[in-house]
């Protein structure tokens, strides 16, 4: 079974609605006709497209929330890419944690790339980002080496293993973005990618002890050792314990280092990208807050950011969005994320998208949805 990252959840996939500008495909091989496309040109008819928003809507609040301030082509865009990571999460957990499904997932991979997607909505969202943004193979492939570390039981004895780990299930998720974005400068993809790992140390210390009851333990297991503290006795009965909260106490210190790196890199962005990326940042990094005003105790409970909250921290998002000015990027990427920038670099010039527009006119429709959402929940 797969750990919980940054785009998983645990809520079932919700159906499929019918397809409504062009018919069902058939399963697809290798061999196989392109598949027949919609009048737009796409792979996705705008049931498919729809399927993939519910996925996120339902799926990752978190996500959802920071989506809705971006640009339309992104944030539709965005949903295709949630959606691929939450299917390939979902087939691995599904068949058991096999190499099995590994394996599946790179075909269906092939045929994306193939412009043969397989039949399904996601797979058909997927391919028409892939041809639209030229997203280069090795950052989905790299989180399917995330999840195959997953069914393999990966260790992290130390924090630069857990470094490698998340680069993939969740570096490679921000380096995506990047693409979606149109952003292919090597600091702001670095810094991308030191976000989406923030993301991951995060949601590792959140999850400590639902890791730790399905006999999971992400924390650097040398941290624990040092503190006189064995990892396999932890895990056959795991309790709140000084060395489990000390430890979760430098990850999210660790994590709030990359959060501040990652910031600077958020200037570089497109404008109306800017403030849906604050506001990520800003709800992860409130769940770590949450996790240190509870001592580093993440076994007895699980930080959560209520609606109320998610709404105040947009706000600053936006604020922060308008105030900021581009930075300097001078620290270099980390080690185990290098390779995803450099999948980057090497990619060949993308199609030219339109202009982005602005935000400004989505921050009213924004503000009276979460109100809404919280008064119906009171």
């Not at 499929?16 to 697809?28: D, K, W």
């Not at 939450?86 to 099995?100: E, F, H, I, K, P």
């Not at 990027?329 to 080690?335: E, H, T």
Request: include cysteine; aromatic fraction near 6%; charged fraction near 25%.
């Amino acid at each position: 079974m797969s750990k919980d990252s940054i785009w998983s959840v645990r809520e079932p996939i919700p159906a499929p609605a019918s397809p409504v500008s062009c018919r069902p495909r058939a399963s697809l091989t290798p061999s196989s006709p392109p598949p027949t496309r919609c009048a737009d040109g796409r792979f996705a008819n705008r049931s498919d497209r729809a399927f993939c928003r519910r996925l996120i809507r339902t799926g990752s609040r978190s996500f959802f929330t920071a989506s809705l301030l971006l640009p339309l082509p992104v944030r539709e865009a965005a949903y295709a890419l949630y959606a691929f990571c939450r299917l390939s999460d979902d087939m691995v957990d599904v068949d058991g944690g096999s190499q099995a499904s590994i394996r599946q997932l790179r075909e269906r991979l092939d045929h994306a790339y193939a412009g043969r997607p397989a039949s399904g909505a996601v797979d058909r969202a997927f391919a028409d980002v892939i041809a639209r943004y030229g997203l280069p193979r090795a950052l989905p492939e790299a989180l399917i080496d995330g999840l195959a570390w997953d069914v393999a039981g990966v260790r992290c004895e130390t924090l630069a293993d857990l470094y490698s780990y998340s680069a993939r299930v969740a570096g490679s998720v921000g380096a995506m973005m990047s693409v979606l974005m149109g952003v292919d400068d090597a600091r702001a993809v670095s810094r991308a990618c030191d976000l989406g790992i923030a993301m991951q140390l995060t949601n590792v210390a959140r999850d400590v002890g639902e890791d730790a009851r399905a006999g999971r333990l992400y924390l650097p297991r040398s941290w624990l050792k040092a503190d006189g503290l064995d990892p396999e006795d932890w895990l056959a009965h795991p309790v709140p314990a000084p060395a489990i909260r000390d430890a979760v106490v430098r990850l999210l210190q660790t994590a709030e280092a990359l959060y501040e790196d990652a910031n600077k890199g958020i200037t570089h962005l497109p404008a109306a990208c800017r403030p849906a990326i604050f506001a990520a940042s800003h709800i992860y990094r409130e769940i770590g807050m949450k996790i240190l005003r509870r001592g580093g105790d993440s076994v007895s409970g699980r930080a959560r950011v209520s609606g109320a909250e998610k709404l105040r921290l947009m706000g600053r998002a936006m604020m922060d969005a308008a105030a900021t000015r581009r930075k300097d990027i001078v620290m270099p990427c980390l080690a185990e994320a290098a390779y995803l920038v450099e999948a980057i670099a090497r990619r060949p010039p993308a199609p030219a998208e339109p202009p982005l527009g602005h935000v400004s006119r989505r921050i009213i429709w924004v503000a009276e949805l979460f109100a809404s959402l919280e008064a119906r929940a009171r």
